[in-house]
């Protein structure tokens, strides 16, 4: 097989896939799906006289038989979505969430082994590429023992309400547009916490590390504009390694949105922010006098295209599902590692609503925990990016 024929399951975040897939040489997209008129339509223009079938229904777009289909459906539709590729014979990469539930996660393992074909998770902040040092540096030692991680994921998103045709409003603008026929997003009531793999899965493939057990706290309701769901949630994580990970969802915080990641080790540490794009670095050759490194390593590599989707993490991501399935090898963010990042959340909720108690995460494989193999797909960095000493702006106090 010299191409990867490949259907893609809606055209709202699905759009980014389908001008990233459209430009690997490797796969061909064959069709696009989704019900919302103006959603097509703007496919359509897109491509423009690239030959593809656009279509309303998912079934549609199975009956042309792709090798493999991209999951961007409503979040709460993705795993069934899923089973539905896999049973249908196609290698599926599907967007975060992924799975709402144990039991889902549990479905797409079984339809996997059941069909035979692949299952990758969309975790596109894995694919950031600053985080290829981090690894690297985490595999020379120069942290020393990883004691500490945290994760962050700011994002406003007070658009709670949808209308029919997927366009999105606030509560608040519902009331004063006197607007009909709408409601909830899918996320409107989205435990803040069970989003959070855009930051744990990073680490833990950062840390080569799994979650064993979670407690964690909700934040309060004080956000009129997406009343279903907390303000936030904070989780503290154990590693089988013996890690602590702390990861913060908020997406009810009016804020810029932004990402951040930190690295504490017992001789060093790492961190980097979305709203600086640059690596603040200390390793253990340094005294702790000196202060930290900066590092201008950001989201994509040196000669990636930072345009092509969060940062160049998309594209990257996409063609990394491609080459997997194409050579036959198993994809990195297989179900058991998608289980890994997805099921902690998951858990990290229902410690919250017992009021913080510690809930233990289960390993969903039939053999232990080998290691992450994300690396073994994407590589990491030859060189050693040049380092000037950070100095932060003078203090003000006294």
């Known amino acids: 097989m010299d191409k990867l024929r490949i259907g893609i399951l809606g055209l709202g975040r699905g759009m980014t896939h389908l001008r990233n897939l459209i430009r690997l040489e490797n796969a061909e ?164 916490i069970q989003y959070l793999t855009h930051d744990l899965g990073p680490l833990l493939d950062v840390m080569d590390d799994r979650v064993v057990s979670v407690t964690c706290q909700n934040g309060p309701y004080w956000c009129s504009q997406a009343p279903l769901r907390t303000d936030g949630q904070i989780a503290l994580f154990k590693t089988a390694k013996g890690s602590l990970i702390k990861i913060m969802v908020t997406l009810n915080t009016c804020r810029p949105a932004s990402h951040n990641y930190r690295l504490f080790g017992i001789n060093g540490s790492a961190e980097w922010y979305t709203h600086e794009g640059f690596c603040r670095f200390f390793g253990r050759e340094r005294e702790e006098r000196q202060g930290w490194q900066r590092i201008n390593i950001g989201t994509a590599a040196p000669d990636g295209d930072k345009a092509a989707g969060h940062g160049g993490t998309d594209i990257a991501m996409a063609a990394t599902f491609v080459n997997a399935i194409l050579a036959d090898k198993r994809v990195p963010i297989d179900v058991f590692r998608m289980a890994d990042f997805t099921l902690p959340g998951i858990l990290a909720n229902r410690s919250a609503e017992n009021g913080g108690q510690p809930v233990a995460v289960p390993d969903l494989r039939r053999q232990p925990f080998a290691g992450t193999t994300l690396w073994d797909h994407i590589g990491l960095p030859d060189k050693e990016p040049e380092a000037t000493d950070f100095h932060s702006a003078p203090s003000t106090t006294q």
């Open 29 to 192: 997209v064959i069709g696009a799906a989704d019900q919302i008129a103006k959603w097509r339509d703007r496919a359509r223009e897109a491509v423009g006289d690239h030959p593809l079938r656009i279509v309303n229904e998912f079934e549609e777009l199975l009956a042309m038989e792709p090798d493999a289909v991209v999951i961007a459906s409503n979040g709460r539709m993705q795993a069934a979505h899923s089973v539905q590729a896999l049973a249908a014979g196609c290698h599926v990469l599907s967007e975060v969430p992924g799975a709402y539930t144990l039991e889902e996660i549990s479905h797409i393992v079984l339809a996997q082994e059941r069909y035979g074909k692949q299952y990758m998770l969309a975790e596109n902040s894995c694919f950031l590429y600053f985080l290829r040092h981090w690894r690297k540096w985490v595999m020379q030692d120069r942290f020393g023992p990883i004691a500490f991680a945290e994760g962050e994921y700011l994002h406003y998103l007070p658009n709670s309400m949808i209308l029919p045709d997927r366009t999105k409003f606030t509560p608040d603008q519902v009331r004063e547009q006197n607007l009909q026929d709408v409601r909830p997003l899918w996320r409107a009531d989205q435990p803040p």
